[in-house]
């Protein structure tokens, strides 16, 4: 094997078999690049650990400490569709809309029914959209649709313009 196949083996020497080690370690005892290279791997990983065992401690503390503290415990900032389904669901607000709704609702009846104009309109536009339970009248009005529909019929195509449709129509009304 070439020094470049033993390269990867020096990185991961803890990882190492038995007997890779051993392999490794014969090469090492004729190489002096591969020598310096594990040593240098070596010192790296020991200082490493070291650097990993220590137990730093931040300058202040304490103080680090009671600003994160300081942050955790206040409360965090609600956005404003959650205050407002908040704010809906309680019990007070659903007491206090339906309470308007209900005051509302009567000043609206109030006023409609003191406007007389107003009231009579209603009525009188009820009769006209009402609508017609009578069987008779009903055949009566759907047989004139229907008659209105077939004397117009031949005036529609879709290969005419509009125009020719409205000149169809008012010919077949004269």
């Known amino acids: 094997m070439s020094c470049k196949d033993y390269e990867q083996n ?30 240098e791997v070596q010192q790296t990983q020991q200082l490493i650990n070291q650097i990993a065992e220590e137990k730093v401690i931040p300058p202040h503390a304490a103080r680090l400490t009671g600003s ?6 206040q409360p965090s900032k ?16 659903k007491f206090a809309l339906s309470g308007l709704s209900s005051v509302l609702l009567f000043v609206f009846c109030f006023q409609f029914f003191d ?8 009525q009188a536009s009820s009769l006209t959209n009402s609508v017609i339970l009578n069987a008779k009248l ?32 008012k010919t077949k009304l004269k």
């Open 138 to 169: 009903f055949r009566e009005n759907f047989s004139r649709h229907k008659e209105k529909r077939t004397l117009f019929a031949d005036c529609r195509s879709p290969f005419q313009s509009n125009q020719y449709y409205l000149n169809c129509v």
């Open 115 to 122: 406007d007389p104009a107003q009231f009579k309109a209603s």
């Open 68 to 73: 994160i503290m300081s942050k955790i415990a």
């Open 10 to 39: 020096i990185y991961t020497y803890p990882e190492l078999s038995a007997k890779e080690r051993s392999h490794l370690d014969a090469h090492l005892q004729n190489c002096r690049s591969c020598l310096t290279l594990f040593q």
């Open 78 to 93: 609600r956005a404003f569709g959650e205050w407002i389904i908040e704010l809906l669901l309680s019990k007070r607000s």
